[in-house]
């Protein structure tokens, strides 16, 4: 996927962690150029004041919505109505709509019916509806994830944090030999993923094997087992094999059943 398009942020600011925005920026500056950046809420309010602090850090523009019925966002609405007149507006090649709410399920796919790339990043409580309708979906539990062997060792069986991460020169680093148990749906979206994306000698580059595990699942994400990418995370499961192969002085892993 080309990762230098421009795509629209629309924050729901009555629904959003503001201690994650910088963590937000960069998980959707891993797929395009987040040009377009609006935070809807009724910055009247002292929810809203969270918010204050660091909006223009990142160069977020407020969007003044008012609750004109007790009880009732109007948000959701507003956020909407903004996305489907920056969608008719053709400035922008995708959206990210940064909420846990299935109120923007609608919006989600009316996004992919114009063939538009759409991402959506909420907390893991965010209804399936919401997450399946983007195609990609980021949990904001994962936004700060420690990749298991960066911060200990495993020898064998046993699992042991390390003294000092120093090492003299001569010491080559630990190999993670950390197996993991996936979840039953986990396993089953790997394992159609992989039948897919297999070449005529059984094996699968791990970027193909990636992007239709996305098709599969939008959610899919290594960092909710510890791992920063996918080639760590096969390399903990133990039915998997991963197999260098370089092109051009690149590593393009290929995965292959043991």
């Known amino acids: 996927m080309e990762n230098r398009f421009n795509i629209s942020v629309l924050i729901d600011g009555d629904n959003a962690q503001p201690k994650l925005i910088k963590e937000i920026i960069e998980e959707v500056s891993k797929y395009g150029k987040a040009t377009i950046r609006r935070i809807y ?10 918010w204050k602090a660091i909006i223009n850090q990142h160069s977020i523009s407020p969007i003044q919505k008012f609750s004109y019925t007790t009880g009732k966002n109007s948000t959701d609405g507003s ?8 969608l ?46 983007c195609e990609v979906f980021t949990y904001t539990e994962n936004l700060k994830t420690v990749e298991p062997d960066e911060s200990e060792e495993t020898i064998g069986n046993e699992t042991k944090t390390p003294k000092s991460k120093k090492q003299t020169p001569s010491k080559k680093a630990k190999v993670n030999t950390k197996k993991i148990s996936l979840s039953k749906e986990d396993s089953k979206t790997i394992d159609k ?20 595990i996305r098709k599969i699942d939008p959610s899919f994400d290594p960092r909710s087992y510890g791992f920063k990418n996918l080639t760590k995370l096969f390399e903990s499961i133990d039915k998997f094999e991963v197999i260098k192969n370089e092109v051009g002085g690149l590593n393009h892993p290929l995965i292959r059943i043991k």
């Open 88 to 133: 008719h507006g053709k400035n922008t090649e995708g959206f990210c709509i940064v909420s846990s709410d299935s109120d923007y399920t609608g919006l989600a796919k009316r996004i992919r019916e114009e063939g538009l790339f759409v991402m959506g990043i909420g907390e893991k409580k965010t209804p399936t509806a919401f997450v399946k309708s």
């Open 41 to 50: 809420g009724d910055w009247t309010s002292q929810q809203m004041n969270s």
């Open 193 to 212: 993923a992989f039948d897919i994306s297999i070449n005529e000698e059984d094996k699968a580059h791990i970027s193909t094997l990636g992007l239709n």
């Open 79 to 86: 956020l909407i109505i903004d996305a489907m007149d920056i």
